[in-house]
């Protein structure tokens, strides 16, 4: 049977933990877990020459906490490794913040080890074991998960690792005992209003008789199994992400019709992730959010949906932009206002090679108009006329051939005569308008800053 310490060499070996000359930061409380560590570390250190830094966390919110401390100095006194002593208040943090106060702890500790670990490829050692990733792993399932959350604690974790999570509790108790250390025990843990508290006393304990006596290993085990499915799962969303990703100045621009080829599951992977990039983390993001871009993906035509992290979705025909603010198509494809117009009139000698052939600069007959144009937006009853047979098309109708979103149609500046749209910038005029040899007179539009 392998000792506790030839468990954790080969942790830390598959899992590439630690390696010669290394620095680690070791988060000390005083617990068991904590101490165990600190001194495996301590015997690792000489083999491989490892820099050993303890930084203890005092969190201003246990009466025990000051003793805490003190344990944790002579602990590293008689280990001959330095230790650093931070002092947090967790409560007025969580009260700012707005989190619990375990979770203001958390952030607190993790803060003050990433600055002990400082710049220079740190590592960042926790103590947390096989039950705490069982009730991890229970804490996630019951609070509602994905695959992610299925895969608990990893191992490693950017510079945090993890070296006792495949040791149980009693072994840890057991090599403490061999070596006649003593360890500090956290009356809270006892508390059972903490959710944690609750799995770890009552529920872990409950499923281990009544079901399975290994049923924490097996927990963990469907971790380890997750978190490997989670990472092949990544890469693979990484490679449908690119194919159906297109260019976009900001924020995120999916090509629907490639995206709805795929696997449904990959399909919403990649909705999350690129929702993920364009708010710039997870945080308030769920599988509500995922399926409600999923229906707007489905739709015809154009429509957007808000969504958190001040996302909005828009969906333009063949085309999903998830970004913040006003869309690029709002703000460059179409004139918002009045003044973005010019026009003149002028007389025409009758040379058709002089009408210019361009996007944003159209002449139009000012004999037949004879006045300046109406720049508004389109009103129900407004048509452009397509063909000098008098063939037309409702404005309404036009914008939709024309693929504008749906967003935008109500917005667009519009040169008018009456009911008659002479102009939609970037497509055609008004036939009834069209420039002939007989014309006399140019009336003259230009979109400006669009044609040079």
Known sequence: MKTLEQEVRETAGRYGMLERGDRVVLGLSGGADSVCLLALLAEFRKDLDLTLLAVHVHHGLRANADGDEAFCRDLCRDLEVPLTCVRVDAAAYGAAHRCGVEEAGRILRYEAFEEAAGQEGGK???AHHLEDQAETLLFHICRGTSLAGLSGM?????????????????????????????????????DPSY??????????PLLKEGVNAGADRHLSQLA?????????????????????????????????????????????????????????????????????????????????????????????????????????????????????????????????????????????????????????????????????????????RYMIDRKIPAALRDRIILPMHGSELLWLPGGRISARFKVSRTTRYILEITWKGKEK
């Open 195 to 204: 959710s944690r508290n609750f799995i770890r006393n009552k529920v872990l």
């Open 154 to 190: 990893k191992p490693v974790a950017g510079s945090v690792i993890r070296p006792l999570l495949f040791v149980t509790r009693d072994q840890i108790e057991a090599y403490l005992a061999d070596r006649r250390l003593s360890y500090r025990t956290d009356e809270s843990n006892a």
């Open 224 to 396: 380890l199994s997750a978190g490997e499915a989670e990472s092949y799962l990544e890469k693979q969303t990484s490679r449908a992400l690119e194919d159906c990703r297109r260019p976009c100045q900001e924020g995120v621009r999916l090509f629907l019709p490639a995206l709805l080829e795929m696997d449904p599951y990959i399909q919403g992977r990649v909705l999350y992730r690129a929702l993920s990039l364009a708010a710039s983390g997870k945080k308030d993001l769920g599988q509500v959010h995922v399926q409600s871009l999923l229906d707007l993906a489905k739709k015809g035509g154009s429509a957007s949906l808000s969504l958190p992290g001040g996302v909005t979705a828009r969906k333009t025909y063949d085309l999903l932009t998830l970004g913040a603010g006003p869309g690029e198509e709002e703000r460059a494809a179409f004139p918002l206002d009045p003044s973005e117009y010019a026009f003149r009139v002028f007389p025409f000698d009758g040379d058709l090679s002089l009408v210019p052939q361009m996007l944003y600069t159209k002449w139009l007959d000012y004999d037949k108009i004879n006045t300046v144009p109406d720049f508004r937006t389109r009103q129900k009853g407004d048509r452009l006329t397509l063909s000098e047979d008098g063939s037309s098309k409702t404005t309404a």
């Open 124 to 126: 960042i050692a926790v």
